[in-house]
Structures are given as structure tokens and as C-alpha cells.
């Protein structure tokens, strides 16, 4: 039995799991790709998974997938494409890796938050559905906070659906060359340079290039909403307060706009959704429960 072919990423734990869980539970025919750049810990959450649930067997593999390493991501895929063989071509890709900007240097974080998606989408765009294949980017709503205190001139930049990555690329090195002077980020119009909120900023445009590239393509990003992860919940920490306090919700709720701009019907290309699955602009934050963005 031929079955869809799903790639998530950063999956051995968190939003990444529940995300893979959700595909598993909710899609009986699609198997699930669980890519961690750690096999120990991919493949005890995989084991973990069919101990949850043996309707899963079959239906689950660990890939070894670090985003921030090419020769990982050349060899995953050539892992995938043994995997896929006959199957036919890879239904989608959620990028779902990711790390915080709080014990990490700007480059860091670019380089998984941002090179690491791009790294992914154009090694695997080969494998994937050339008519209806998705993409699924999960950045957050801290790349619209972002982009919110920049210069108006800094913004269109971000905004910009004729950008290329080389744009990006730019933009990154200056932000790469001024790290750890706010004052400068704020001089060249760049808001506060904080590092986590720039590489979502910059994973949401290179989503509109990609989209713009791909129109037979289902590419879009979403910010999975508050919640607790290994991430946030050190934010908690440093708060003195416990995850619920701050509002912080479960992974499972994080997994459910990831879901639906994998599976569902979706209106738009290229577009950027909140955690209740409302499209949302990339420079200003939209609450959830708000009315949908509506425009370009």
C-alpha cells in the first residue's frame, strides 16, 4: 500500500513530536518521517510512539536530520529517497527545528532558524509533489514583532514578495556584523536585534521567495503559539513562574496550525497563519481571535 509521505523536523520532542503524533492519529494513510539530529533520542521517540499507540508500526521511521549541517541533510536525503523508492514522490515537509536566541550567538540561530529551512527545503524540493506538495514553516509570531520595530524602509524589505535570498543573505551578514550592539541594530533600523525574532522575521520571507518560486506548491508558515517547550519553559524559569501561569499552552495545541496548513484547505501561497489558523500579517502581531489579515 502506497501511503503520503510526511518529513517533520526537530520531531523527537515537543511541538515537532505532537506534530508527527497528530499525522499518525489523524492521517492512517500517511507515514511519518521523523527526522532529530540526535538517532538516540529520534528513535526512542519513535519507539515511544508505537508503545502509545502499535497501530503506528509501520507507519513511523527515524531519519538522522540535523539542519544545520549540509552533509546531514545530503545524506537524509538520500535516506528519504531510498525510503520513498516506489512509493512515489514526498507529500510535504514541515520545518519544524529550531532553537531559542538566549544561550545562542546570532549566527547560531540564523543558521538553524533560517539556513537550516532553506538548507532542507531546496535539498528535498526534488522529492517532493511537483502538483500539491506541501511546505509547512514553523517560524513565530516573533518575526512580525520583529519587523514591527524596524524602519518603514526595513520593513518593506522583509515584505518584499519580489525578494530573493540573496536579499536575505544581506540583510543576515549586516545583522551577523552589528550582534550584540542594540544601539546599532537600532541605528541601521533593525529594531532591537534580538536574534530569535530576526531569524523567524527572515524564515517568513524566505517562505514568500519559496512560495513565489513554487506556485504548484502548498508552501506557508505559522507561529505555533505560546507554548511549553524546552525553549519557553526556561523562559518560565527565569521568570519565577511555572509555564501555565505565563499562558504557556501544550505542545499538542502548538501541532494544530502546522496541521492544518499541511492537510487542510487553505485559501492562499506564501502566507503567514496565527495559532488559531487565521492568516496573519509578518509585521505586526495579530492576537488569536482576531479578525484574518486581508491584505497583500
Known amino acids: 500500500m502506497n501511503r503520503r509521505r510526511v518529513l517533520v523536523t526537530g520531531a523527537n520532542k515537543g511541538i515537532g513530536l505532537a506534530i508527527a503524533k497528530g499525522v499518525l492519529a489523524e492521517h492512517t494513510d500517511t507515514f511519518v ?38 552533509e546531514s541533510v545530503t545524506a537524509a536525503v538520500a535516506e528519504v529517497r531510498r525510503e520513498l523508492g516506489s512509493a512515489g514522490p514526498l507529500y510535504g515537509i514541515v520545518n519544524n527545528a529550531g532553537i531559542g536566541g538566549g544561550s545562542h550567538d546570532l549566527k547560531t540561530v540564523l543558521n538553524v532558524n533560517t539556513v537550516g529551512v532553506r538548507r532542507v527545503c531546496e535539498a528535498f524540493l526534488p522529492l517532493i509533489d511537483p502538483q500539491g506538495g506541501r511546505i509547512v514553516n514553523v517560524t ?44 546599532a541594530f537600532a541605528k541601521a533600523g533593525l529594531g532591537d536585534g534580538d536574534a530569535y525574532g530576526l531569524s523567524k522575521a527572515c524564515t517568513n520571507t524566505y517562505t514568500l521567495q519559496l512560495a513565489r ?32 501561569e505565563l499562558g504557556m499552552k501544550a505542545p499538542e495545541d502548538g501541532a494544530r496550525c502546522p496541521l492544518l496548513l499541511l492537510f487542510g484547505e487553505l485559501e492562499g501561497n506564501g502566507w503567514f497563519y496565527g495559532s488559531d489558523g487565521m492568516r496573519s500579517p509578518l509585521d505586526a502581531y495579530r492576537a488569536p481571535g482576531a479578525p484574518p489579515y486581508t491584505g497583500k
Open 140 to 183: 513565530s509570531a516573533s518575526g512580525p514583532v520583529f519587523v514591527a520595530k524596524c524602519s518603514a524602509e526595513r520593513q518593506r524589505s522583509f515584505l518584499d514578495t519580489q525578494s530573493e535570498w540573496a536579499d536575505l543573505e544581506a540583510i543576515m551578514s549586516e545583522c551577523i556584523a552589528l550582534a550584540g550592539d542594540k544601539s
Open 213 to 244: 518560486r513554487h506556485p504548484t506548491l502548498c508552501i506557508n508558515a505559522c507561529t505555533p503559539g505560546f507554548i511549553e517547550t524546552d525553549m519557553t519553559r526556561n523562559y518560565a524559569v527565569s521568570q519565577g513562574k511555572t509555564p501555565a
Open 33 to 70: 518521517l521523523l527526522g532529530s539530529r540526535d538517532q538516540a533520542r529520534g528513535q526512542a521517540a519513535v519507539d515511544a510512539l508505537i508503545a502509545e499507540q502499535p497501530s503506528f508500526s509501520g507507519r513511523l521511521q527515524h531519519v538522522d536530520l540535523d539542519v544545520s549541517d549540509e
